[in-house]
């Protein structure tokens, strides 16, 4: 057996042990593995997946981009392995559709981009005041931003610390239970709109002149926070240019918990469902894909279960 097959695999033991279906996966990758092995190469490269693609047959460029998508996959994990591996490009065959892989905001990022909200102008002080509470709260629970500016005031429970999300993605309702912190900042915020407003609104985040915040004046309020502080170039015309994306708040989120679970000890299978739940995913495999977009969590995965593996 080859050392790409050996790799192959492990790469396939530690995924399944993830909870992935794999039955396609691995179909392709034999067939790549093999195909490699005949050209006596031993490594993987760009040139090899245009070498194999070549051979494979004829097939439409959604399915060849499917197929690249699997052995990028496979690649990454075996560059984190051994450098001398080639990850082939995203775009080497372009296809419409796939899932934008997430930025992962470090924590001063994320503390940038909040103090960049609270100085945003205003008129009346809302306009900043609501922008750095509704990024701050997006960080910390993951909420969609659809979910966020959902809320009404009747939906925060600042007593007992509860997010009661009426109007979640597919209509699915959830309760957010939030940390103590959190319940202190969205309580200061609260009275503070409440003062600047001079009564209490029914939408949870308001604008300056007192009406639930828009999804696209969130977005351009996210993009000025996120321009001031240079993670987006600044463009004319009040453009919002290109960048990290205020939904990579939610994936920041995710990602980090999932990488604590790791560090802790956690179970990742117990965890899981708990996370699926908490973010309001229809599917398991939804919350499953941070660990193959990001790799460091695929790293912290695979020395977890080689640790049980030989325990």
């Known amino acids: ?66 197929r690249l998508s699997i052995v990028r996959l496979f690649a990454q994990w075996l560059q984190s392995l051994e450098p001398k591996h080639e990850v082939p490009p995203r775009g080497l065959i372009p296809c419409r559709g796939g899932r934008t892989r ?32 509704l990024f701050g709260l997006i960080a910390v629970t993951g909420l969609r931003i659809s979910e966020a500016l959902s809320l009404n005031v009747a939906d925060v429970d600042l007593e007992i610390g509860l997010i009661a999300l009426r109007r979640g993605k597919f209509g ?41 915040v828009t999804d696209c004046g969130a977005r351009y309020n996210f993009a000025a926070a996120c321009q001031a502080i240079g993670l987006r170039p600044v463009e004319k015309f009040h453009r919002h240019g290109h960048g990290p994306r205020i939904h990579d708040l939610r994936h920041t989120f995710a990602v980090r918990t999932m990488v604590n679970w790791y560090r802790t000890g956690k179970d990742p299978a117990r965890e899981m469902i708990k996370l699926t739940t908490y973010l309001g995913h229809g599917d398991p495999a939804h919350t499953y894909w941070y660990i193959e977009a990001v790799p460091e969590l695929l790293a912290l995965a695979s020395c977890r279960v080689e640790g049980e593996v030989r325990s």
């Open 172 to 212: 699915k309702a959830r309760l957010l239970p939030i940390s103590d912190s959190t319940k202190v900042q969205l309580t200061a915020y609260a009275k503070e709109r409440d003062r600047l407003l001079g009564s209490s609104p029914e939408p949870f985040f308001v604008s300056d002149i007192g009406e639930r």
């Open 102 to 133: 997430p930025y992962i905001y470090s924590d001063e990022e994320i503390r940038r981009i909040v103090r960049a909200a609270a100085e945003l102008p205003s008129i009346h002080g809302i306009r900043a005041l609501t922008s750095a509470t």
């Open 1 to 66: 057996m080859s050392a790409l097959s050996t790799e192959l695999s492990r790469y396939l033991t530690i995924r399944r042990g993830l909870g992935y279906n794999l039955s396609t996966t691995e179909r392709i990758l034999r067939k790549f593995t093999a195909f490699a092995e005949q050209q006596g190469a031993e490594c993987v490269s760009t040139a090899l997946f245009l070498q194999w693609q070549e051979a494979f047959g004829q097939a439409n460029r959604q399915t060849w981009s499917r």
